[in-house]
């Protein structure tokens, strides 16, 4: 009798344990880690703003509707943009580790969904305004890595699983492997990033070797009364690090001014126009106070500053490229400037050939244009709200006409013209503010750009509306200080402002929103006197 051991059974493949799914997870974390350190290298080497990271937010901005967008900049303020990166990495860490899952359940089911996340990335990225293909680049390449770490991490994890006699070693092998991965990819990420930051290197040299020349035609004399001296009050200028900043680019735009044109042509150009920085600087220069404005500005808002800035005329230009403006017979009454990041931003003709300072502005407050203000170039037109009118980092103005296109934020339902209103805000005291009873002073600011400001008044409760000081005017184009000294007596109290412009005409009480044109009514501040 012959006895044949029983064949030995075929290893079944054990279910995961609740450690490997843990592992699992990890291992999408780290892979993903992984995939984002390879695409930020690469993306340094490409272009900074092709990072999945930047291009999927900046889609994010374009594709948002309007009123999520406005109540992202009402919550966030400035930090709308890290919130929304933030967002982006936290969305991405939770789908890389269920990719871990999904690697553990089913190999190749991981690493087939992190490829497709690259391929959103790289879509997001090539369909950008200013993107060229190489821009699919670092999503492709980033995500390629991602799903082989995972599928080799994953690896990892199974082996540790079926060495059932001995997982110890194993599990430390896994972790040491995750561990190791996780550092490079950190490192990786720290790296890309400062790699791209070292790509801006030209365009840091260009704006450190910019004189600005001294202006041909130099800013009137500021009156010394116009910056009074309560504290409190937003300063006459404002400096350039406390100038609000509102734009939709989420890596500012670093243009080497060596390299920077700008290109003039359109409907009814007669003389198309390319200029250099250096063409620019050899024009007659001048130089302006103007505050500048924005639309999300809410009643009482922070959205505005007054700067000196240097540049040329716009109107000048325009007219040696053989642009007459429509009241002359010219066919175009939209000029649509473009900035390098694919902004559009649409002004009307006539108003910046009426003859008030619309500038090509290099210089701010007697330095050139940061680069969150739009360096080299930026546009400014007195009078209007800075999304119909400031267009930085611009390198091209077409003319064209209102009927036949649709500036950006046109699209997403703001008003195509939009002339600056009538506004007032208190600056001190500060709203909820607590008081002693006795003489407090109330002051703050004033605008009506082009229009100037003839009068503000105050209203404190349900009482008279009584009429302010004003400080010196420096001109119809910029904002303007004025106080009241109030007797405040105990109690809580309401106070209100109003501002009546130089062609007679007061700021309506009716409270309007933001869009589409600009908010309406009056700032009021309530306070507490003891
Ligand atoms: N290229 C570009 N220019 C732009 C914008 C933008 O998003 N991109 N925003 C505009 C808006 S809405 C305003 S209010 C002003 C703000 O200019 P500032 O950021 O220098 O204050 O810039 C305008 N120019
Ligand atoms: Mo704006």
Known sequence: MSTTPPLPAPPQPSPPTPTDRLHARLAGAVAGLGGL??????????????????????????????????????????????????????????????????????????????????????TAAVSRPDASAADALPSLVGASAGAALLYWLVGRVLAASAASGAPAPARRRFLLAAGGTAA????????????????????EASRAALRLPRPDDPAPPRPRGAQLAFPGVAPFITPNKDFYRVDTALVVPRIDADR???????????????????????????????????????????YIGTARWTGVRLAD???????????????????????VDGMTIGTPVADVMDGRDALLAFGMNGEPLPFRHGFPVRMLVPGLY??????????????TTFDAYDAYWVRD?????????????????????RLRA???????????????????????????????????????????????RWSATPGGHTLAVRATDGGGATQTARRTDIRPDGATGHHEVRVTVE
């Open 37 to 122: 350190g390879v695409a930020e290298l690469v993306a340094a080497a490409v272009r900074p703003e092709a990072s999945p990271v930047t291009a999927v937010g900046a889609a994010a901005i374009d594709l948002t509707p309007a009123p999520v967008k406005e109540w992202a900049i009402r919550t966030f303020g400035e930090a709308d943009k890290a919130v929304l990166q933030v967002g982006i990495v936290v969305v991405l860490a939770a789908v890389a580790l269920l990719l871990g899952r999904w690697e553990l359940a089913r190999r190749g089911a991981g690493a087939a969904g992190a490829v497709v996340l690259g391929v959103v990335g790289a």
């Open 184 to 203: 490079a990819a950190a490192g990786a990420v720290v790296l890309g990033r400062a790699l791209g930051a070292g790509r801006s290197q030209d365009a």
């Open 260 to 302: 920077w044109r700008l290109r003039i042509h359109g409907l009814g150009v007669a003389d198309e126009l390319t200029l250099t920085l250096r063409d620019l600087l050899a024009r007659p220069v001048v130089e302006r106070d103007l505050t500048l404005n924005c639309v999300s500005n809410e009643v009482g808002g922070p």
């Open 317 to 339: 230009l325009l007219r040696e490229a053989g642009v007459r403006p429509p009241s002359r017979g010219g066919p175009a009454d939209q000029l649509v400037a473009r900035s």
């Open 386 to 399: 800075g999304y119909v009118s400031a267009c930085k980092w611009i390198e091209e103005l077409e003319l």
């Open 413 to 433: 339902g703001w008003a195509a013209r939009a002339p600056v209103k009538t506004q007032s805000r208190i600056d001190t005291p500060r709203g909820s503010a």
């Open 438 to 484: 006795g003489t407090v002073v109330v002051a703050g600011v004033a605008w009506a750009q082009r229009r100037g400001i003839e009068r503000v008044e105050v209203r404190v409760d349900d009482g008279p509306w009584q009429r302010a000081e004003l400080a010196a005017s420096d001109g119809p184009d910029t904002w303007r200080q004025w106080y009241l």
